[in-house]
């Protein structure tokens, strides 16, 4: 893994989060940090997400700042929780704060996408004061209503867990095919190939955590997020970035999710990125780029 890392993001990283060896990415000098929280979540046994996901982004964005990219609790290379109660949304959470605690850092931006936009959103509502701004990125986990991922994703044509399966799900996110690239498989493949994602993908799936835990925690910590949304607890500077294209969370849900925030935050800014679908950040990077250096500009600490 010492070469895919070596190509376009910085040697990764190990620090221990509550007990859990988490991995992370960390590079640039700048004054202003930014964390970056990507999506999905543990006990995938295709689509296993990783903070490789970022390498578009990472080293252009490290030119004028400092860049931090950690893996979530059970995936990627950090470890599984540890106890089966903490395979839920809110020990997610819990141990991201725990990440920037853990790496002193006193401010900073929030930059989600997709289920790590909702994990972006929790962040900024329990610790605000040090927050800087927000982006979320294309976040179905967020918004209001149902998400389409059960119908865009159904039934890859590919035995699961397989190097095409993947590539079937990351293609159907994505506006234009072409950009799910052979890197990013690289990076997908290597971490199913994990004895500590395999544990997480046995107790979510195999074990039916998921079912049982998972999915019934994060619709009660959902409600509760955008009843705080809709009390006006988020003050904090909001930049939300969606996909023209994108198929599992249309623009008209972001919509509904952006005016919930401006309702209450007058500095909240919605960004539609066109031929793009749920990684924007990966289909534009240029773009992308260019609109969270702005936003992190214009709102610095």
């Known amino acids: 893994m010492e070469q895919l890392q070596s190509r376009r993001m910085p040697e990764r990283q190990e620090i221990d989060i509550a007990g859990v060896k988490t991995a992370y990415y960390a590079a640039g000098e700048g004054p202003e940090t930014i964390v970056l929280i990507y999506g999905g979540n543990f006990g995938t046994a295709d689509s296993a997400s990783s903070a490789l996901v970022w390498d578009l982004n990472f080293s252009e964005l490290a030119k004028h700042h400092k860049v931090i990219a950690f893996d ?9 929780p540890l106890r089966d109660e903490d395979y839920t949304m809110s020990a997610v959470v819990r141990h991201a704060i725990g990440l920037t605690s853990a790496l002193n850092l006193e401010s900073f931006h929030l930059v989600g996408h997709s289920r790590g936009g909702f994990a972006a959103a929790r962040m900024a509502l329990e610790i605000q004061h040090k927050v800087n701004s927000l982006t979320i990125c294309s976040s179905g986990t967020l918004s209001s209503g149902v998400g389409a991922n059960e119908v865009v ?17 990351y293609q159907n ?19 199913l190939a994990t004895e500590a994602y395999q544990a997480g993908v046995k107790k979510y799936s195999g074990e039916s955590l998921g079912v049982s835990l998972f999915v019934p925690e994060l619709a009660k910590l959902k409600r509760e997020t955008l009843t705080w949304i809709r009390d006006g607890r988020l003050q904090r500077p909001v930049q939300m970035i969606w996909g023209a294209n994108d198929k599992t969370v249309p623009i008209e849900r972001g919509l509904e999710l952006f005016e919930l925030i401006a309702a209450h935050e007058r500095r909240a ?28 500009q214009l709102y610095k600490g």
């Open 173 to 191: 996110y994505s506006s234009k095919p072409e950009v799910v690239d052979e890197q990013w498989m690289d990076g997908v493949m290597d971490v």
């Open 269 to 296: 800014t919605f960004n539609v990125i066109n031929d793009a679908g749920h990684f924007t950040f990966r289909e534009h990077p240029e773009q992308f780029n260019e609109l969270i250096s702005s936003f992190v």
């Open 72 to 80: 979530k609790l059970g995936q990627g290379y950090t470890g599984p």
């Open 153 to 169: 994703l159904a039934m890859p044509p590919f035995p699961s867990g397989s190097r095409d399966a993947a590539r079937w799900i």
